[in-house]
């Protein structure tokens, strides 16, 4: 089963509104990452947060990390229309044998931004 | 980071055939997955695909199903063998370490009839 649960499943605004998805996980991880995909094309790596952080920024981008909680939030400000697409996490696990480098994927949050 | 090519980037095929996917990779790298999305779902790792030695599946794959070849450090393939409507998906492959951004082909849309 899916490691991680996406909340909302999916989320409608206005551009330059800000948009706040979150995730949440069930086991230890050693990094959280979050992706877009955009009309069922590839995806592309926005952001890595490790274990050990608890805030990173990129651009309009900000994700938290609360590990105690074990959860995550993304935040897009001030979004676009070209931000619409579907927004996943990712939780790696702690180090060690097979689970060195997999990812576990939440199910996904569906972004629109309308003009 | 590492520039993916993935082949074909869709194909219609029909029941009971077999399809070969591949992945190219511009840099040398150690460990590659292998993952499906099925329609409007989000991604399940298949198998991870290490240089030398057998793929390591995921629980409710197999290697008769799903055979996997990595013949050296830049270059994956996947098959999907004796297809069924069921195995409409997009299938990926990725590159990344441990502790490293993972990156991700463009994608194997896959549609059977």
């Known amino acids: 089963s899916q490691q991680g649960e996406e909340d909302p499943q999916a989320l409608s605004i206005q551009e330059g509104e800000n948009a706040t998805m979150n995730c949440s996980y069930k086991t230890s991880i050693n990094n959280l990452q979050w992706y877009r995909q955009n009309s069922g094309r590839g995806l592309v790596h926005l952001i890595l947060i490790r274990s050990n952080e608890r805030e990173k920024h990129s651009g309009r981008l900000r994700v938290t990390l609360d590990t105690s909680k074990k959860s995550s939030s993304l935040l897009i400000t001030a979004s676009r229309a070209a931000d619409t697409a579907s927004y996943f996490c990712a939780t790696a696990a702690l180090a060690g044998g097979t689970s060195y480098g997999k990812l576990t994927f939440g199910q996904g949050t569906i972004l629109t931004v309308h003009p | 980071s590492a520039v993916i090519s993935q082949k074909p980037s869709r194909d219609i095929c029909q029941r009971g055939t077999s399809l070969t996917i591949q992945c190219q990779v511009d840099s040398q790298v150690t460990m590659m997955f292998w993952y499906r999305q099925q329609p409007g779902q989000s991604l399940t790792l298949i198998a991870t695909?290490?240089?030398?030695?057998?793929?390591?599946?995921e629980s409710g794959f197999v290697i008769d199903k799903f055979p996997i070849s990595r013949p050296n450090l830049t270059f994956s393939t996947l098959t999907v063998s004796n297809m069924s409507p069921e195995d409409s998906s997009i299938y990926l492959c990725?590159?990344?370490?441990?502790?490293?951004?993972?990156?991700f082909g463009d994608g194997t849309r896959l549609s059977i009839l």
């Open positions: 990725s590159v990344g370490g441990r502790d490293q951004p993972q990156h």
């Open positions: 695909a290490n240089q030398g030695s057998e793929a390591t599946y």
